[in-house]
């Protein structure tokens, strides 16, 4: 009974950049497959570079075609939510290997990246940028 216990676990973990959220469940599996709201990885992610910021963590571990990883991502633009979900992804690998928190943590992978943008304030254009001043 254990068995089939361990064989349906998985970690879910929640990765956050600017307005993006991605809640990430990782399960250990022989085969690896990774989805993103119900889709394909290669067709959420089309470009080569947004694809390998998503698995950077999995490489960075050393553990890549180890895991059936499936995300759910709300907000944001296609760039900021890859990267949260590469921390949702090195938030899972830590949670399943403590050992692996030093060489993720090195990386920067594990830190919540605090930059979104600025709110506009009211008499402003813009976040900062005021209107052009005249003398008269």
Do not use: C
């Amino acid at each position: 009974m254990a068995t089939t216990a361990e064989k349906t676990r998985y970690i879910e973990t929640v990765g956050r950049r600017k307005t993006s959220s991605a809640r990430v469940r990782i399960t250990k599996s022989a085969k690896s497959s990774i989805e993103v709201n119900d889709k394909k990885f290669n067709e959420y992610f089309p470009t080569p570079e947004l694809q390998t910021t998503v698995k950077e963590a999995l490489v960075k571990a050393d553990m890549e075609g180890a895991f059936i990883i499936t995300a759910h991502i709300a907000g944001g633009g296609i760039h900021s939510q890859a990267e949260a979900m590469r921390m949702g992804i090195a938030r899972a690998l830590q949670k399943f290997d403590p050992e692996l928190r030093k060489p993720l943590k090195a990386v920067g992978l594990l830190s919540r990246d605090p930059r979104a943008k600025e709110r506009r304030k009211f008499g402003l254009k813009k976040a900062r940028k005021s209107p052009q001043w005249s003398k008269r």
